[in-house]
Antibody
Framework: QVQLVQSGAEVKKPGASVMVSCKAS????????VNWVRQATGQGLEWMGW????????GYAQKFQGRVTMTRNISISTAYMELSSLRSADTAVYYC????????????WGQGTLVTVSS | NFMLTQPHSVSESPGKTVTISCTRS????????VQWYQQRPGSAPTTVIY?????PSGVPDRFSGSIDSSSNSASLTISGLKTEDEGDYYC?????????FGGGTKLTVL
C-alpha cells in the first residue's frame, strides 16, 4: 500500500539544525511532489513547502525561506526536510505528505516526527 | 496570499447533522479545489473530501462537501453523526504552488 514513513523524534538545542526523512513506498516516488507541514502542540497545520522528486525543484513558504531546505535521494525513494537556526517556536510535529498535482490533495501523510527544541 | 477561516469549534448530538464552513478571504473559492482533512488526537490527518466534493474510497457517504460562490466559502457536512467523527477538521486550498490551511475546527459529538 502507499505509505510514507518518517524518521524518529529529535531533540535539538536552539541554533542547531534538524533533518527529517520521509521514505515513500507503494508508488513511483518521482511522480508526485512531497510537501511538508508542521503542527505545534494544540495548534493548526502550517504548510512549509514542496519538493518535486523528479527535478529536485522546490518552493518554500515565505516564513521559512532561508531556513528550510528540501531534498531527496531517488535511489531510496526518500525525501528530506532540513530546518536550521532552530528556536523554541519550532517545536512541533513535522509531517510529509504526497501531493496530487491536479487537486493539491495531500494523501497519504507520514506518521509525523516530533522535533523538540530545548536548551 | 489568501486565508481560510473556519469556526474554532462545533458540537452536535449523535445522529444529527453538522456543517463546518471554510471562508476564503480573497479570490474566488471556486478558483482552486478545496480539500477537507480529519485529524484524530495523536494521528496524522486523513482526507475526507477532495476536489470540493469527492469522497475517497472508505469514507462513508455521511460526509459531503460543497462550495458556495455567493459566500465565497466551502462547507463540510457530516450527517448521522457518530462519536467516532469527533476530531479536528481542516480545510485546505492553494494558489499557484502555495498551499493554505484553515485554522481547524474541533468537532465534539455529545
Amino acid at each position: 500500500q502507499v505509505q510514507l514513513v518518517q524518521s524518529g523524534a529529535e531533540v535539538k538545542k536552539p541554533g542547531a539544525s534538524v533533518m527529517v526523512s520521509c521514505k515513500a513506498s507503494g508508488y513511483t516516488f518521482t511522480s508526485y511532489d512531497v510537501n511538508w507541514v508542521r503542527q505545534a502542540t494544540g495548534q493548526g497545520l502550517e504548510w512549509m513547502g514542496w519538493m518535486n522528486p523528479n527535478s529536485g525543484n522546490t518552493g518554500y513558504a515565505q516564513k521559512f525561506q532561508g531556513r528550510v531546505t528540501m531534498t531527496r535521494n531517488i535511489s531510496i525513494s526518500t525525501a528530506y526536510m532540513e530546518l536550521s537556526s532552530l528556536r523554541s517556536a519550532d517545536t512541533a510535529v513535522y509531517y510529509c505528505a504526497r501531493r496530487f498535482s491536479g487537486s493539491s490533495r495531500f494523501d497519504p501523510w507520514g506518521q509525523g516526527t516530533l522535533v523538540t527544541v530545548s536548551s | 496570499n489568501f486565508m481560510l477561516t473556519q469556526p474554532h469549534s462545533v458540537s452536535e448530538s449523535p445522529g444529527k447533522t453538522v456543517t463546518i464552513s471554510c471562508t476564503r478571504s480573497s479570490g474566488s473559492i471556486a478558483r482552486n479545489y478545496v480539500q477537507w482533512y480529519q485529524q484524530r488526537p495523536g494521528s496524522a490527518p486523513t482526507t475526507v473530501i477532495y476536489e470540493d466534493n469527492q469522497r475517497p474510497s472508505g469514507v462513508p457517504d455521511r460526509f459531503s462537501g460543497s462550495i458556495d460562490s455567493s459566500s465565497n466559502s466551502a462547507s463540510l457536512t457530516i450527517s448521522g453523526l457518530k462519536t467516532e467523527d469527533e476530531g479536528d477538521y481542516y480545510c485546505q486550498s492553494y494558489e499557484s504552488s502555495n498551499q493554505v490551511f484553515g485554522g481547524g475546527t474541533k468537532l465534539t459529538v455529545l
